[in-house]
């Protein structure tokens, strides 16, 4: 029992290529896969997700571990193997920084399994879901929910410097002009403020009184941290 507990632990079983080694690491490296996909759906099932991203995060703990099971005592090959299948996606689209945290995460848990210290990588994938949740449901370092990015075009012959204030002053504890910039060969221009919205209800009313002062040219809203975005135009 006790060396069957050393070889399981110290890796040493994953140096010998067996349809027994094999199997332990496909079906460890996809169950830690599987559990890595399920606390990343948990974690964005309010900001979309990708399925065949969710699929891929399966599909590489087994692949790297197969690799590094393959390549055997070559550790130096095996890493610089996995480490470019970890930037293949990264190639052709770019990623969203929580995204490249959870391929490296499903990335490494590979390695472990295919190393033979599968013990390990369940009990470092069990602690790293609880730590990632936590993040979650805490909102590490999030913004307010209220925050938004605000941006008005307006005609070259409005004077915006004060002209939007009293509005926003309405709708909005807080506002900042961050950035003004020259759109269309400068015959727009569009303004950006930071807002902290009053009662996010209020969007839509906020939304047609500026209308009313820029012309009724486009309106963008959107949040730091999403996608979502309101459009007027």
């Given at each position: 029992m006790e060396d069957f507990l050393y070889n399981i632990t110290s890796g040493d079983w994953a140096t010998q290529l067996d349809?027994?080694?094999?199997?332990?690491?496909?079906?460890?490296?996809?169950?830690?896969?599987?559990?890595?996909?399920?606390?990343?759906?948990?974690?964005?099932?309010?900001?979309?997700?990708?399925?065949?991203?969710c699929?891929?995060?399966?599909?590489?703990?087994p692949i790297v571990g197969m690799v590094?099971?393959?390549?055997?005592?070559?550790?130096?090959?095996?890493?610089?193997?996995?480490?470019?299948?970890?930037?293949?996606?990264?190639?052709?689209?770019?990623?969203?920084?929580?995204?490249?945290?959870?391929v490296f995460l499903s990335v490494t848990m590979g390695l472990t399994c295919g190393l033979g210290h599968w013990l390990y990588a369940g009990i470092a994938v069990i602690v790293l879901s609880v730590v990632i949740l936590i993040l979650h449901f805490t909102n590490f370092a999030g913004r307010d929910k209220k925050?938004?990015?605000?941006?008005?075009?307006?005609?070259?012959t409005l004077n915006y410097a004060g002209a939007f204030d009293e509005t926003l002053k309405k709708y909005t504890t807080h506002f900042a002009m961050k950035r003004v910039?020259?759109?269309?060969?400068?015959?727009?221009f569009e303004i950006t403020f930071d807002i902290t919205m009053k009662d996010k209800n209020q969007i839509r009313e906020m939304l047609?009184?500026?209308?009313?002062?820029?012309?009724?040219l486009k309106i963008m809203l959107s949040t730091e941290t999403s996608n979502r975005s309101f459009h007027f135009q």
């Open positions: 349809w027994k080694s094999v199997l332990t690491v496909l079906v460890s490296a996809t169950v830690i896969g599987f559990i890595i996909s399920l606390v990343y759906l948990f974690t964005h099932k309010n900001e979309g997700y990708s399925q065949a991203f699929v891929s995060l399966i599909l590489l703990s590094i099971l393959v390549i055997g005592n070559n550790v130096a090959t095996a890493f610089s193997l996995a480490g470019a299948f970890a930037l293949v996606r990264f190639r052709s689209a770019p990623g969203d920084p929580k995204d490249i945290a959870f925050r938004f990015e605000l941006k008005i075009t307006v005609p070259e910039k020259s759109v269309d060969f400068g015959a727009l047609d009184d500026l209308r009313a002062l820029n012309g009724n």
